[in-house]
């Protein structure tokens, strides 16, 4: 069997869902990663993460690489032990956190040589170290070494960087040495050009990877940009591999990157506006610090299974936040991260359901995105 097998069980339009099935496990698709930056869910246990539903989480070789290191990561018996986390994990390739550090860097064709900023040590990133590295972290998936580029970008440049992007992939793949336990992802680029996106896609499939996933997007372009190329790039790429698009997104974007044709999600969206106080909900955002919280004992959302909103009111999480107690940004993320779970869920069903179903889910993300809580003008409320 394929260290990545997707199976596809059911479509609706573009939308998949499917299985699949990696060396720590089986992810029912379309699925959502939350990130693991330093080897955790900032605020989560695993089994918080187990209760949650999560399937599968992302982790980054960046910072783990330089501390604690990928050789003390794998003489403490890999990454999954460490964290005590035994569902499936992807990495991505480093390169995204090396490529923003724009003053302490210099881009090769090697690699990328950079000044971390834990330890100022200089060190050098290139495809064959990515694929080290990540391997040494035991991961079920490790992403390939791609270049980075901003928007917007020339077309002459983004031609040249896709095309060493493709000649850095080939070096990952003749640097794997675990091809039976991790599992490699190429990274289609091309900019906002769809016609180097669709070639770049079609190469990357001619190559026959374990799974690919649509890069360089959500950097700043406008919004049905990002999801014309994700849609473009997935209709280039096999259908029987998996399809994950980085970065992204919102509970809006997920649903419409799922009609793209994306089968896998990660972002820090969840847990990073946890910790700013904001939740997402059956009802729309609500920041937990608005005063109309104050004497509100109802739950946060009532339509949650999470423990936070099972046993605490908006009053309570509202006053452990103002006082910058620790266990707001821990509640708030336990039920961010399942909401996030629960809307996969409800997405996989919808797929089963058909178009229309879709289409209804969508509608009601769409009212998510613009209502703050039930209101439908976030702005007045405070
Ligand atoms: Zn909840």
Redesign the pocket.
């Known amino acids: 069997m394929a260290v990545a097998d997707y199976t596809l069980l059911a479509q609706a339009g573009r939308a998949r869902r499917g299985r699949l099935v990696l060396p720590h496990g089986e992810v029912q698709t379309p699925a959502f990663m939350p990130v693991g930056t330093q080897g955790t869910v900032k605020a989560l246990t695993p089994v918080d993460l187990q209760t949650a539903n999560v399937q599968m989480v992302l982790a980054n070789t960046y910072h783990l690489w330089v501390r604690p290191g990928h050789e003390r990561i794998r003489a403490l018996g890999g990454l999954h032990r460490m964290m005590d986390w035994h569902g499936p994990i992807l990495t991505d390739s480093g390169g995204f956190q090396v490529f923003s550090l724009k003053e302490f860097r210099k881009i090769t064709e090697e690699g990328v040589r950079f000044r971390s900023t834990i330890d100022g040590q200089w060190r050098h990133l290139t495809p064959e170290v990515a694929v080290e590295v990540q391997e040494a972290f035991g991961v079920d998936v490790a992403m390939a070494f791609d270049e980075c580029i901003e928007w917007p970008a020339e077309r002459d440049h983004v031609a040249r960087s896709t095309e060493r992007t493709t000649r850095w992939l080939k070096r990952c793949m003749a640097a794997r040495r675990a091809p039976e336990s991790t599992a490699l992802f190429g990274i289609v680029q091309g900019g906002m050009h769809p016609d180097l996106r669709a070639a770049h896609a079609a190469e990357l499939a001619a190559l026959d990877l374990d799974g690919y996933a649509v890069g360089g997007l959500s950097v700043g372009e406008p919004r049905e940009d990002l999801f014309a190329m994700a849609e473009l790039g997935a209709s280039h790429l096999p259908a029987n591999k998996i399809r994950y698009l980085m970065g992204v997104g919102y509970p809006l974007d997920l649903v419409d990157g799922v009609l793209a044709g994306i089968d896998l999600f990660d972002c820090v969206i969840p847990t990073r506006s946890a910790r700013f106080g904001v939740a997402f909900t059956s009802r729309g955002r609500v920041t937990i610090k608005h005063a109309r919280h104050r004497d509100d004992p109802g739950p946060?959302?009532p339509d949650?299974p999470?423990y936070?909103?099972a046993r605490f009111g908006r009053a309570y999480l509202r006053h452990l936040y103002t006082a910058n107690e620790i266990l707001a940004p821990r509640l708030l993320t336990l039920?961010n991260v399942?909401?996030y779970q629960s809307l996969m869920a409800r997405i996989r069903a919808a797929i089963d359901e058909g178009p229309e179903a879709l289409a209804r889910l969508r509608t009601v993300a769409t009212m998510w995105m613009k209502a703050e809580d039930g209101v439908a003008d976030p702005e007045s409320t405070e």
């Open positions: 946060l959302d949650c999470c936070a909103c039920h399942t909401f």
